[in-house]
């Protein structure tokens, strides 16, 4: 996906404030934070969104779930934090490569 916003992160040719990489996914901090903590966590591999995962991504989905605590605890949320999937137009998804938000501390944003 030559296109892609998060690809081009994910490759380093686009500039993001990472807090955590390895073979799988890349962690970056959003540049419109809308809490104390808001990272995104992407797959290296362009996934559009929920919709077009399948059961060959199951150990990735698996890394992706059991690193959120740990990313969590690294940044200090020791009473918890919130992660946000947004999916579709409909869903609020800006850009269309999954990533998983992760966000905590001072003005954690409610629903609305
Ligand atoms: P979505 O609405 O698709 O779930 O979320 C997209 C998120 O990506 C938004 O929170 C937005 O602030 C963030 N974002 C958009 N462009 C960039 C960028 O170039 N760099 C970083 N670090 N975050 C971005
Ligand atoms: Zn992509």
Redesign the pocket.
């Given at each position: 996906m030559s296109d892609c916003?998060f690809c081009k992160?994910a490759a380093g040719e686009?500039p993001?404030?990472k807090v955590y990489e390895d073979d799988q996914v890349v962690v970056?901090?959003?540049?419109?934070?809308?809490a104390e903590v808001?990272l995104?966590m992407i797959p290296r591999q362009h996934i559009a969104s929920l919709n077009e995962l399948s059961v060959e991504h199951d150990v990735l989905t698996s890394h992706m779930m059991r690193l959120l605590p740990r990313l969590a605890r690294e940044q200090g949320l020791e009473q918890g934090f919130r992660t946000?999937?947004?999916t579709g137009e409909g869903g609020?998804?800006?850009?269309?490569h999954l990533?998983l938000?992760l966000m905590g501390g001072d003005n954690l944003p409610g629903f609305n």
């Amino acid at each position: 996906m030559s296109d892609c916003l998060f690809c081009k992160i994910a490759a380093g040719e686009i500039p993001a404030d990472k807090v955590y990489e390895d073979d799988q996914v890349v962690v970056f901090k959003d540049i419109a934070p809308k809490a104390e903590v808001h990272l995104l966590m992407i797959p290296r591999q362009h996934i559009a969104s929920l919709n077009e995962l399948s059961v060959e991504h199951d150990v990735l989905t698996s890394h992706m779930m059991r690193l959120l605590p740990r990313l969590a605890r690294e940044q200090g949320l020791e009473q918890g934090f919130r992660t946000i999937i947004n999916t579709g137009e409909g869903g609020g998804q800006e850009v269309f490569h999954l990533h998983l938000h992760l966000m905590g501390g001072d003005n954690l944003p409610g629903f609305n």
